[in-house]
Protein backbone atom coordinates (compact mmCIF):
# COMPACT_ATOMS: atom_id res chain seq x y z
CA UNK A 1 0.00 0.00 0.00
CA UNK A 2 1.47 3.42 -1.12
CA UNK A 3 2.48 5.78 1.71
CA UNK A 4 -0.18 8.85 0.90
CA UNK A 5 -2.90 6.31 0.70
CA UNK A 6 -2.11 4.84 3.95
CA UNK A 7 -2.03 7.85 5.99
CA UNK A 8 -5.29 8.90 4.54
CA UNK A 9 -6.71 5.61 6.02
CA UNK A 10 -5.48 6.26 8.93
CA UNK A 11 -7.08 9.78 9.41
CA UNK A 12 -10.43 8.44 8.23
CA UNK A 13 -10.21 5.76 11.09
CA UNK A 14 -9.51 8.96 13.56
CA UNK A 15 -12.49 11.00 12.41
CA UNK A 16 -14.86 7.90 12.19
CA UNK A 17 -13.61 7.70 15.68
CA UNK A 18 -15.26 10.59 16.87
CA UNK A 19 -17.89 11.73 14.55
CA UNK A 20 -19.42 8.17 13.62
CA UNK A 21 -20.73 7.56 17.09
CA UNK A 22 -22.81 10.98 17.40
CA UNK A 23 -24.36 10.02 13.96
CA UNK A 24 -24.98 6.32 14.90
CA UNK A 25 -26.59 7.24 18.12
CA UNK A 26 -28.61 10.08 16.74
CA UNK A 27 -29.62 7.98 13.83
CA UNK A 28 -30.94 5.49 15.91
CA UNK A 29 -32.98 7.47 18.53
CA UNK A 30 -34.58 9.49 15.43
CA UNK A 31 -35.63 6.19 13.85
CA UNK A 32 -37.41 4.88 17.29
CA UNK A 33 -40.31 5.97 19.57
CA UNK A 34 -38.10 3.95 22.27
CA UNK A 35 -36.55 5.12 25.39
CA UNK A 36 -33.33 3.60 25.23
CA UNK A 37 -30.54 2.83 28.06
CA UNK A 38 -27.05 3.32 26.75
CA UNK A 39 -26.67 -0.41 26.85
CA UNK A 40 -29.40 -1.23 24.67
CA UNK A 41 -28.12 1.66 22.45
CA UNK A 42 -24.13 0.04 22.36
CA UNK A 43 -25.90 -3.33 21.75
CA UNK A 44 -28.16 -1.99 18.78
CA UNK A 45 -24.98 -0.27 17.73
CA UNK A 46 -22.76 -2.99 17.83
CA UNK A 47 -24.09 -4.83 15.22
CA UNK A 48 -22.94 -2.12 12.09
CA UNK A 49 -20.11 -0.67 14.20
CA UNK A 50 -18.27 -3.64 15.67
CA UNK A 51 -15.18 -1.39 16.92
CA UNK A 52 -17.56 1.13 19.07
CA UNK A 53 -17.00 0.64 22.86
CA UNK A 54 -19.51 1.35 25.71
CA UNK A 55 -17.53 4.02 27.05
CA UNK A 56 -17.82 5.83 24.29
CA UNK A 57 -21.69 5.28 23.77
CA UNK A 58 -21.95 7.13 27.57
CA UNK A 59 -19.65 9.56 26.27
CA UNK A 60 -21.61 10.66 23.24
CA UNK A 61 -24.93 10.55 25.10
CA UNK A 62 -23.27 12.77 27.83
CA UNK A 63 -22.54 15.17 24.99
CA UNK A 64 -25.54 15.09 22.90
CA UNK A 65 -27.44 16.15 26.02
CA UNK A 66 -25.71 18.51 27.13
CA UNK A 67 -25.76 20.25 23.46
CA UNK A 68 -29.87 19.72 24.08
CA UNK A 69 -29.81 16.97 20.87
CA UNK A 70 -31.35 13.96 23.40
CA UNK A 71 -33.03 13.76 26.60
CA UNK A 72 -32.36 11.60 29.20
CA UNK A 73 -34.86 10.19 31.73
CA UNK A 74 -34.41 7.92 35.12
CA UNK A 75 -38.25 6.47 35.22
CA UNK A 76 -37.44 4.78 38.84
CA UNK A 77 -35.92 1.45 37.25
CA UNK A 78 -31.69 2.64 37.72
CA UNK A 79 -30.40 3.15 34.42
CA UNK A 80 -31.07 6.38 32.61
CA UNK A 81 -32.98 6.49 29.41
CA UNK A 82 -32.50 8.79 26.31
CA UNK A 83 -34.55 10.00 23.65
CA UNK A 84 -34.24 12.52 20.70
CA UNK A 85 -35.32 15.47 21.61
CA UNK A 86 -36.57 17.78 18.63
CA UNK A 87 -38.99 21.29 18.42
CA UNK A 88 -40.29 19.26 15.71
CA UNK A 89 -41.13 16.16 18.32
CA UNK A 90 -44.74 17.59 20.06
CA UNK A 91 -43.45 18.32 23.51
CA UNK A 92 -45.14 15.02 25.78
CA UNK A 93 -45.23 13.52 28.86
CA UNK A 94 -44.54 10.20 30.22
CA UNK A 95 -46.74 7.16 31.64
CA UNK A 96 -44.55 4.22 33.16
CA UNK A 97 -46.35 1.17 33.62
CA UNK A 98 -44.29 -0.12 37.17
CA UNK A 99 -44.79 -3.81 36.19
CA UNK A 100 -43.59 -4.70 33.00
CA UNK A 101 -41.62 -1.53 32.10
CA UNK A 102 -43.66 -0.05 29.13
CA UNK A 103 -43.28 3.92 28.60
CA UNK A 104 -45.90 5.80 26.79
CA UNK A 105 -45.48 9.28 25.51
CA UNK A 106 -48.47 11.39 25.30
CA UNK A 107 -49.22 14.77 24.30
CA UNK A 108 -53.13 15.00 24.71
CA UNK A 109 -53.44 16.92 27.72
CA UNK A 110 -50.25 19.47 26.65
CA UNK A 111 -52.15 22.77 26.86
CA UNK A 112 -54.10 22.27 30.16
CA UNK A 113 -50.84 20.85 31.53
CA UNK A 114 -48.37 23.62 30.33
CA UNK A 115 -50.99 25.99 31.68
CA UNK A 116 -50.56 24.75 35.07
CA UNK A 117 -46.61 23.90 34.52
CA UNK A 118 -46.20 27.76 34.18
CA UNK A 119 -48.53 29.00 36.75
CA UNK A 120 -46.51 26.64 39.48
CA UNK A 121 -43.36 28.23 37.75
CA UNK A 122 -44.44 31.49 38.47
CA UNK A 123 -45.21 30.94 42.24
CA UNK A 124 -41.90 28.62 42.86
CA UNK A 125 -39.93 31.74 41.46
CA UNK A 126 -41.88 34.09 43.70
CA UNK A 127 -41.79 31.76 46.90
CA UNK A 128 -37.94 30.28 46.57
CA UNK A 129 -35.98 33.30 43.43
CA UNK A 130 -36.43 29.91 41.56
CA UNK A 131 -36.32 30.24 37.82
CA UNK A 132 -37.27 27.26 36.42
CA UNK A 133 -35.88 26.12 32.80
CA UNK A 134 -37.45 22.88 32.50
CA UNK A 135 -39.92 20.37 33.71
CA UNK A 136 -40.85 16.66 33.31
CA UNK A 137 -44.05 14.86 33.95
CA UNK A 138 -44.55 11.23 34.86
CA UNK A 139 -47.35 9.15 36.25
CA UNK A 140 -46.45 5.58 37.38
CA UNK A 141 -49.18 2.93 37.62
CA UNK A 142 -50.64 -0.17 35.31
CA UNK A 143 -50.65 -0.19 31.81
CA UNK A 144 -54.05 -1.70 30.19
CA UNK A 145 -52.11 -5.18 29.32
CA UNK A 146 -51.21 -5.23 32.75
CA UNK A 147 -54.23 -4.91 34.44
CA UNK A 148 -55.94 -7.49 32.39
CA UNK A 149 -53.45 -9.73 33.80
CA UNK A 150 -54.03 -9.22 37.19
ZN1 LIG B 1 -44.32 19.38 29.77
ZN1 LIG C 1 -47.55 -2.91 31.95
ZN1 LIG D 1 -40.83 10.18 25.67
Redesign the pocket.
Known amino acids: MPGPYRWRKRVEGHFCRWTMPREAILDLLTRT ?1 Q ?1 LTAKEIYASLLQLYPGIGLTTVYRTLDLLEKSGLI ?1 K ?1 NFGRGENRY ?1 FASENKPH ?3 LICTKCGQ ?3 YSDFANEELELVKKTAKHLAEKYKFIVHDHNIEFYGLCQQCQKRQ
Open positions: SHKFEHHHIID
